[in-house]
């Protein structure tokens, strides 16, 4: 990989964007690699992926301008394709994500954090949509995911005025849902990292799926997709030995760590 580094720290993958020259933007180079990232995480071992960028300025500054300027129309709609496919892979991944946001995260840049499960940022961070003052939408999901996530009157507002917003803003709208100091951003990321592996990895599973799948549709379909992922988790290991010991009223049992089953 040239641009992107995935390291292993016991259940918790960490993903890095590794083109800091660049303010780490996403070119045509990184969403290839970063799928292929996807492609060859372990999802017997790994419960929890951590997404961030290198070096302290930038988390991802946003697309490739330069790669961008001359494309013609069918080449930018099959980049803004390639993008897409690939966060789209990242928002519907069975394992959490948690986004790491070390700095700017501008353009693509805000739209790749939006894939994730969970933002938390540093209070270097800036976030925004600036791509009306480029003469461009956002295309990888900005005018959907920003809706979905801050409300359609507030996404507009940002995307319109194409108006950057920093760490506290974004808090108080609702786009990340942490801020911390820069050099406690990735202790803080692993932390809740971690305390997600510790759970039953089945049910975390199934939990973003009945998520993710629920908000889709109307309540009385997304209740039925709780029902069937709720099913889905009994008979398992993780759901006998989790209820037995909750059940066991003796006082001298640590409590195992939950298995892939």
């Not at 292993?8 to 996403?26: C, D, M």
């Not at 986004?99 to 270097?124: K, P």
């Not at 959907?144 to 359609?152: E, F, K, P, S, W």
Request: proline residues 3%; contains cysteine.
């Amino acid at each position: 990989m040239e641009f992107i580094t995935y390291e292993v720290e016991g259940q918790v993958g960490i993903i890095t964007i590794n083109r800091p020259k660049a303010l780490n933007a996403l070119n045509s180079t990184v969403l290839e690699e970063l799928d292929a990232t996807l492609d060859a995480v372990d999802q017997n071992e790994i419960r929890c992926l951590i997404l961030t960028g290198a070096g302290d300025k930038s988390f991802v500054a946003g697309a490739d301008i330069a790669e961008m300027s001359t494309l013609t129309k069918a080449e930018g709609e099959a980049f803004g394709k390639k993008g897409n496919d690939v966060f789209r892979k990242l928002e519907t991944f069975p394992l959490p994500v948690i986004a790491a946001i070390n700095g700017f995260a501008l353009g693509g840049g805000c739209e790749i954090s939006m894939s994730c499960d969970i933002r938390i940022c540093s209070e270097t961070a800036v976030f925004g949509q600036p791509e009306v003052g480029l003469g461009i939408t956002p295309g990888f999901g900005g005018t959907q995911r920003l809706a979905r996530l801050v409300g359609a009157g507030m996404a507009k507002q940002l995307i319109y005025t194409a108006r950057n917003i920093k760490a506290e803003e974004a808090l108080r709208i609702g786009l990340v849902n942490a801020i911390y100091p820069l050099d406690e951003l990735m202790p803080q990321a692993k932390k809740m990292a971690a305390g997600i592996a510790k759970n039953a990895p089945i049910a975390v599973r199934n939990c973003k799926k009945a998520i993710n799948d629920g908000l889709e549709v109307d309540m009385d379909k997304a209740i039925v997709i709780e029902e069937k992922l709720f099913g889905d988790c009994f008979e398992t290991e993780d759901q006998k030995y989790g209820m037995e010991f909750f059940l066991d009223k003796s006082k001298d049992k640590v409590k195992e760590p939950f298995k892939n089953c």
